[in-house]
């Protein structure tokens, strides 16, 4: 069956300081790849996606994102953390005709200033 | 463009009382989800609709039911409610075109229904 781990529950880093959340995936076909962040109260906003070509995608907010199939991993990365990136943060798999989204359990971004 | 919108943003249940939820979607957008969001599940796929069939749907109770009308437009009615129905139920809409399975979706801010 598909699925989606993400192994950090929690993730503290100091502002200016370098981030990657990591996400392993689970799918017998190509995935299609996704990373969303949710700030309190609020829905979901896609900060980037992979579908197919070069492997390494760049995102909103100065996020970027590494396909790596033989490790079956999508981890999102940002070279300096702001405080305003403080929010919890899903990578999801969209299964290919099925129309089905499978989310992580996400992982909380906690920024010091 | 405006964005998916859900309403009521907050709701309060006893147990056995029945609810419903509604969401609009983006306009142009044929394809509405639907998520429950819980602190220990994380975000858990309840079905999904387009053009007023579901197409697909997840491990959820017959409690739990929704229907899309010709609009786009939603809603998921929740029928005697739990304590563990308690979420956040976030709605999200995609252009859901047939043949791509891999459409981003836009979410919603989310219905909170708590259940007393």
């Known amino acids: 069956a598909q699925s989606v781990t993400q192994p950090d529950i929690h993730i503290t880093v100091s502002e200016g300081a370098s981030l990657e959340l990591r996400c392993n995936y689970s799918?017998?076909?190509?995935?299609?790849l996704f990373w969303y962040v949710q700030s309190p109260g609020q829905g979901l906003q896609l900060l980037l996606k992979?579908?197919?070509?070069?492997?390494l995608v760049q995102g909103i907010k100065g996020f970027e994102a590494e396909f790596k199939r033989s490790q079956s991993s999508f981890n999102l990365r940002k070279p300096s953390v702001h405080w305003s990136d403080a929010a919890e943060y899903f990578c999801?798999?969209?299964?290919?005709?099925?129309?089905?989204?499978?989310f992580g359990t996400g992982t909380r971004l906690k920024v010091l200033a | 463009k405006a964005g998916v919108t859900q309403t009521p943003r907050y709701l309060i249940k006893t147990r056995g009382q029945q609810v419903t939820l509604s969401c609009s979607p983006i306009?142009?957008?044929?394809?509405v989800s639907w998520y429950q969001q819980t602190p220990g599940q994380g975000l858990q796929f309840l079905f999904e609709?387009?053009?007023?069939?579901?197409?697909n749907k997840g491990n959820f109770p017959g409690r739990f039911s929704g229907r899309q009308f010709s609009n786009s437009r939603s809603e998921m009615n929740v029928s005697t409610l739990e304590l563990g129905d308690s979420a956040l139920y976030l709605c999200?809409?995609?252009?859901?075109?047939?043949?791509?399975?891999?459409?981003?979706?836009?979410f919603g801010p989310g219905t909170r229904l708590t259940v007393l």
């Open positions: 999801a798999v969209g299964t290919s005709g099925t129309y089905k989204y499978i």
């Open positions: 999200a809409s995609s252009l859901g075109s047939s043949g791509r399975p891999y459409n981003e979706q836009f």
């Open positions: 799918y017998g076909a190509t995935p299609y």
């Open positions: 306009s142009g957008h044929r394809s």
């Open positions: 992979y579908f197919s070509g070069d492997t």
């Open positions: 609709y387009f053009s007023e069939t579901q197409r």
